[in-house]
């Protein structure tokens, strides 16, 4: 206790202006630092901590312990307002989304090359030739199929699951061929965001 009595006198001795600005001013210094590196989640927390300190020096340099619930009123509003920091938006950043280098890396062809030549609008693909898609848009399905799907993304591979079936076994156009890669990306996509 003689530890903690000892502790609140040095507090005390310092100089008033100290206690009053200290945490106010650490507060301002942490929002803008987390703002500008998008770490809003650890704000509160750092908030509330300083706002503890704020009261402690308070305590030790008022005799009057109910003046610190008007100082702890205006920290508040200071925070609150500091808080508006987390909308603006600091420079945004370059890294893609898994999402989307997913989605490039299965779009790009797999062998650099000659291009293969598409078919004119009025002849088909071969059924073989779109098998080893449908069948990866299958295997795909079957995996989304497994998990707990939102609400939206349960509708979407429903409606992916349609399509598919109306491609199997059959020869395809140009335009189906595309809209079966269409079909294929959205999978990969929706796979993506499960992380499968």
Do not use: Q
Not at 57 to 80: K, S
Not at 96 to 118: A, H, Q, T, V, W
Not at 159 to 178: F, I, K, P
């Amino acid at each position: 206790m003689s530890f903690f009595t000892a502790f609140v006198g040095i507090v005390a001795g310092l100089p008033d202006l100290l206690a009053f600005v200290l945490c106010p001013a650490l507060a301002a210094v942490a929002a803008l630092l987390l703002a500008i590196f998008r770490a809003g989640k650890a704000y509160p927390p750092v908030a509330i901590g300083l706002g503890g300190v704020a009261a402690f020096l308070m305590y030790c340099n008022f005799e009057d312990p109910w003046l610190i619930v008007p100082y702890l009123g205006l920290y508040i509003a200071l925070c609150a307002l500091l808080g508006l920091l987390f909308l603006i938006p600091f420079g945004k950043r370059e890294k893609k989304n898994r999402d989307e280098e997913l989605y490039e890396k299965f779009r790009s062809p797999i062998e650099e090359g000659e291009p293969e030549e598409e078919p004119e609008d009025g002849a088909l693909y071969d059924a073989g030739d779109c098998g080893m898609r449908l069948r990866h848009a299958s295997e795909l399905l079957e995996a989304l199929g497994k998990c707990e799907l939102e609400a939206g993304d349960r509708l979407e591979a429903d409606s992916l699951s349609r399509s598919l079936d109306a491609y199997r076994d059959r020869e395809l156009t140009a335009d189906e061929m595309r809209a079966l890669n269409d079909c294929l990306a959205t999978l990969l996509k929706l796979t993506a965001k499960y992380k499968l």
